[in-house]
């Protein structure tokens, strides 16, 4: 598995009042494998992206000021998101670019999965839209190349 260090991707914010959910987060932030960044609410969030460059947002559709929703559209004064285009193979080629230059990807992150949060989080162009319980893997799994069923030989 590669380190976040080779796939550019060095920090990390959260948004979510419930922090201890992020037990594999705090591990890697003291192992210095990646910057880790909480916020309890909407408004740090947006403190936070006004002075701070992130490559991962995760940001909980909960909080305890405003929904995750609307935490998108404040974001995106400041955050450059990077492009994500679902209709591509899923978002895994899409997020090959995220943390690369000024881009970040911002994931909702929700404590139970429900339709239309994943229709609007689709819809609103972000990263992706996650189900807790959620670790590490969850974001590097989402930007390993995608390797073709048969490699580069044609059948026939």
């Known amino acids: 598995m590669a380190s976040f260090d080779e796939t550019s991707l060095r920090e990390v914010v959260i948004v979510d009042p ?7 987060f ?4 003291q192992a210095s494998q990646i910057g880790l960044h909480f916020c309890s609410d909407g408004r740090a969030a947006v403190r ?9 947002w995760l940001v909980n559709s909960d909080l305890p000021d405003m929904s995750g929703f609307d935490l998108l559209d404040l974001l995106s004064m400041h955050v450059s998101q990077g492009a994500v285009d679902p209709m591509r193979s899923g978002t895994r080629v899409s997020l090959d670019q995220v943390g690369r230059g000024m881009q970040s990807g911002i994931f909702i992150v929700s404590d139970a999965y429900r339709l239309f949060e994943e229709q609007q989080a689709l819809a609103s162009g972000i990263a992706g839209y996650l189900v807790h319980p959620i670790n590490l893997d969850v974001i590097r799994a989402a930007r390993e190349p995608i390797v073709p069923l048969f490699g580069s030989q044609l059948i026939g």
């Open 26 to 29: 705090v591990q890697a932030a």
């Open 48 to 56: 936070m992206s006004r002075r701070f460059r992130a490559d991962i």
């Open 18 to 24: 419930a922090c201890d959910r992020y037990a594999d």
